[in-house]
């Protein structure tokens, strides 16, 4: 027999049209949130200070009449075969790729990120959908479960759609986490209810349009827009299932309101995330890595790495070549690949970064590199900064910082490295360098958190999407990716069959005697090996 050779197709170029966000554009996208007449919102963009839309905002009536359709429509959705769901998702993938040019402008423009960054959101959806849209159909099929009584009982668990989820997502990854976490809740049958930050709000708008073109059915992903504070709460109430992604003190809010009425939520939240350079390390490799680790979109992401353990032996070679890495970064928010680090998204963010390094600098930190605002390149710019000497009474030291600012900590052992490293509330991501893998495996095990990456920052446990991701602690509840993070919009069910005899004493049969059978068939059970 000869092997078949399957001939790989080369990925088509992205589209080459002119995607500047013109206003028709912008018009065009804001009309697909259901969002009447309300104030609307102005949103502007960060590296440049200009106006991008004026957003319509979702009042009562709004989000009433999202749902009604989203429910309307969920019925006839979840009764098509998953592998039918599954293939709209399928030709998503293709269609992120094919037209990612325009999504990247959008990013941008929102976000203030650098292009490279942009281009990991578009990557993270085509991989969520690739993943899911091939494993759905066995991850969500009944499966058949070991009955009460060996060939007297079988169980089948079967899953059921929750109904209608609402996803709220923040600005900082808002492709990733606003599209990314709704795909798996729609192919799992349920409808969606997705709420983006304002400021990200056209980046959801446009991945909307681009499922409808993937063959998503008309009303069964709903976009509301509204600031969290004011339409969380009605969203929530209205929930399934929520789905919510940003900092751990909203998070609390949204279990205690979800906790209420009894219905489920997973919830992705903030972290202060170590990495930890052995004496084996390859030191020039660690240093390199350290750049995207600590500074992806300004720093403004959940796995980022804000506090490195390195051990004294590889300190100082480690400190100047990452050191000299900081300083040579350029910094824009160019729509190119043509910067290493954008902008940071909001003026309050400029203000706590700005407020964490003053801080530790008023208490004795010293600044290595950076540790300065850049109003010369925009509004928000701030440099990438790097400190040592960071002790606990300074803010840097345990809160979560959310942008571009990394502090070094020298160490002697590797057992310091672990104990410092979780020596946090949080637990969401962190990142070991060694040449020895057994070892860093070993390390891994000791740490706190839902994802450790050896010799690489965030990519490697972010990327393998097979595997579940979320925190440890205050970093979260639930789980996104693999198996997981498609049945939590299930709810599951046992159905069980009895045959030829009763649960029960036989006719005739005193309830002593029942007792005593059935003792003896559990005993027997037990040393036959049966579950
Ligand atoms: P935030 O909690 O203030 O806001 C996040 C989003 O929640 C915003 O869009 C906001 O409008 C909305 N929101 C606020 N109050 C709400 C309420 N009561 N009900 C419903 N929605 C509400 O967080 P932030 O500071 O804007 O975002 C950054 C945080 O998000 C960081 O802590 C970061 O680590 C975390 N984050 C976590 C992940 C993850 O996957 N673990 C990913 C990205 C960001």
Redesign the pocket.
């Known amino acids: 027999m000869t092997a078949s050779i399957r001939r790989l197709r080369v990925a088509p170029e992205p589209e080459t049209t002119d995607s500047a966000l013109l206003p028709e554009r912008v018009a065009a996208l804001t009309r697909r949130a259901t969002a009447g007449n309300a104030a609307s919102v102005q949103t502007v963009a960060p590296a440049t200070g200009v106006k991008i839309a004026d957003l319509p905002q979702s009042n009562t009536a709004d989000i009433e009449d999202a749902f009604a359709r989203a429910r309307a429509a969920q019925r006839e959705w979840a009764q098509r075969p998953v592998k039918e769901r599954a293939a709209v998702f399928g030709r998503l993938h293709d269609l992120v790729l094919r037209e990612q040019r325009e999504i990247l402008d959008i990013l941008q423009t929102e976000t203030g990120k650098a292009r490279a960054h942009a281009f990991e959101e578009v990557v993270d959806v085509a991989i969520n959908c690739r993943y899911y849209a091939r494993t759905a159909a066995s991850a969500l099929e009944s499966k058949s479960r070991a009955g009460a009584l060996p060939l007297l009982t079988t169980a089948r668990e079967v899953r059921h759609p929750k109904g209608v989820v609402v996803v709220?997502?923040?600005?900082?990854?808002p492709l990733a986490?606003s599209v990314s976490d709704a795909l798996p809740a729609l192919i799992a049958g349920n409808a969606v209810v997705s709420?983006p930050?304002n400021q990200t709000a056209l980046t959801t708008l446009w991945a909307h349009e681009l499922a409808e073109k993937a063959g998503l059915p008309k009303d069964i992903w709903q976009v509301v827009l509204g600031?969290?504070?004011t339409i969380?709460?009605e969203l929530i109430a209205r929930a399934d299932f929520v789905d919510?992604?940003?900092?751990?003190?909203?998070g609390r809010?949204?279990a205690e309101q979800a906790a209420s009425r009894l219905v489920g939520c997973s919830l992705?939240?903030?972290?202060k995330n170590p990495m930890l350079i052995l004496d084996d390390a390859d030191v020039d490799k660690a240093a390199d890595a350290a750049i995207r680790a600590c500074f992806s979109s300004a720093g403004q992401l959940?796995e980022s790495m804000e506090r490195l353990y390195v051990m004294d032996a590889v300190y100082d070679a480690f400190v100047e070549r990452f050191v000299a890495n900081v300083e040579g970064m350029k910094l824009g928010a160019d729509l190119a690949y043509d910067s290493d680090m954008g902008s940071l998204t909001f003026p309050r963010q400029l203000e706590s970064i700005t407020d964490h390094v003053e801080d530790a600098r008023r208490k004795g930190a010293t600044v290595l590199a950076g540790g300065r605002a850049r109003p010369d390149l925009g509004p928000y710019f701030y440099e990438p900064t790097v400190l040592t000497g960071v002790t606990a009474e300074m803010k840097a030291y345990r809160e979560?910082t959310?942008g571009p600012v990394v502090s070094i900590y020298r160490v002697y052992t590797e057992d310091e490295a672990i104990e410092q490293a979780n020596d946090t509330r949080y637990g969401?991501n962190a990142s070991i360098w060694t040449r020895n893998v057994r070892r860093g495996q070993r390390v891994a095990q000791r740490l706190r958190a839902g994802a450790v990456n050896i010799n690489e920052g965030y990519a490697a446990a972010w990327g393998s999407v097979d595997a579940p991701s979320g925190?440890f602690g205050d970093?979260?509840l639930g789980r996104r990716h693999g198996a997981e993070g498609i049945l939590k919009y299930t709810d599951v069910q046992t159905i069980a069959v009895q045959r030829l005899l009763p649960i029960a004493p036989l006719p005739g049969m005193s309830e002593e005697t029942w007792a005593k059978t059935l003792s003896t068939a559990l005993w027997t059970m037990r040393r036959l090996g049966l579950k």
């Open positions: 709220i997502s923040p600005w900082n990854y986490l709420r930050d600031r969290g504070r969380g709460s919510y992604t940003g900092s751990t003190a909203t809010t949204i992705e939240l903030g972290g959940c979560e959310f969401l925190g970093s979260g």
